[in-house]
């Protein structure tokens, strides 16, 4: 079965702070995707992550893969408010057919 | 370059109706997909269309159907509505090629009561 996890479901943290989020995969894949979603609103694209040991980072967030143990991390380095959102990865197994995991709710405390 | 378009934005059915969802894409892109999110399930794959051929469908009853046309446009179909339908639709298009990275429309909520 293909599957995507995702955790913390929920993470509430102070300005300033780091924090990690991870995403584990069920079964091989090379394309992994991060997005972001705030309340009411639709999917914005954050990461396009397709090779073993990419990296990619825009501001605060910092995204990784490795293919190796199916896993990828969003790293969220001092956060500041505006970065509260839902945070959601995403797999293609292989045909164009994304399997989302179950998202993580961030919260950021001022 | 406009972003991918959905109408309705909102749509308030009743049980028993029928009710057609409106997707287009951005210009160039050739696939388009479908998503229902709701609170209970999450994010789930409905179907996904590429130069008017349906290549994948997710787990759902054949009351979901859909299309493509020749200009990419999408349209998604579902009948004989039920309560557990009401959920946001997310349209995404990519050029379903190289990165295969799909853009997402601001969706359509569906309410049935």
Redesign the interface.
């Known amino acids: 079965e293909l599957k995507v996890e995702q955790n913390p479901l929920f993470l509430s943290m102070q300005e300033g702070k780091n924090y990690t989020i991870y995403c584990n995969y069920s079964t091989t894949s090379d394309?992994l995707?991060w997005?972001r979603q705030d309340p009411g609103?639709?999917?914005?694209?954050l990461f396009?992550l397709?090779s073993n040991g990419a990296v990619k980072q825009e501001g605060r967030l910092m995204a990784s893969l490795d293919t190796k143990a199916r896993l990828s991390t969003l790293h969220i380095t001092a956060a500041v408010h505006d970065l509260s959102a839902t945070y959601?990865c995403?797999v293609?197994f292989g045909?164009?057919?994304?399997?989302?995991g179950?998202?993580t709710r961030l919260t950021i405390i001022p | 370059k406009a972003g991918v378009t959905q109408t309705p934005r909102y749509l308030i059915k009743t049980r028993g109706q029928q009710v057609t969802l409106s997707c287009s894409p951005i210009s160039g892109h050739r696939?388009v997909?479908w998503?229902q999110q709701t609170p209970g399930q999450?994010?789930?794959?409905l179907f996904?269309y590429?130069s008017e051929t349906q290549?994948?469908k997710?787990n759902f009853p054949g009351r979901f159907s859909g299309r493509q046309f020749s200009n990419s446009r999408s349209e998604m179909n579902v009948s004989t509505l039920e309560l557990g339908d009401s959920a946001l639709y997310?349209c995404?298009s990519?050029t379903?090629t190289g990165?295969?990275?799909?853009?997402?429309?601001?969706?359509t909520r569906l309410t049935v009561t």
């Open positions: 394309r995707y997005y609103k639709s999917l914005e694209s396009v397709l959601f995403a293609d045909n164009e057919k994304l399997t989302f179950t998202g | 696939s997909s998503y999450g994010l789930q794959f996904e590429f290549r994948n997710g997310l995404a990519s379903g990165t295969h990275e799909q853009y997402f429309g601001p969706g």
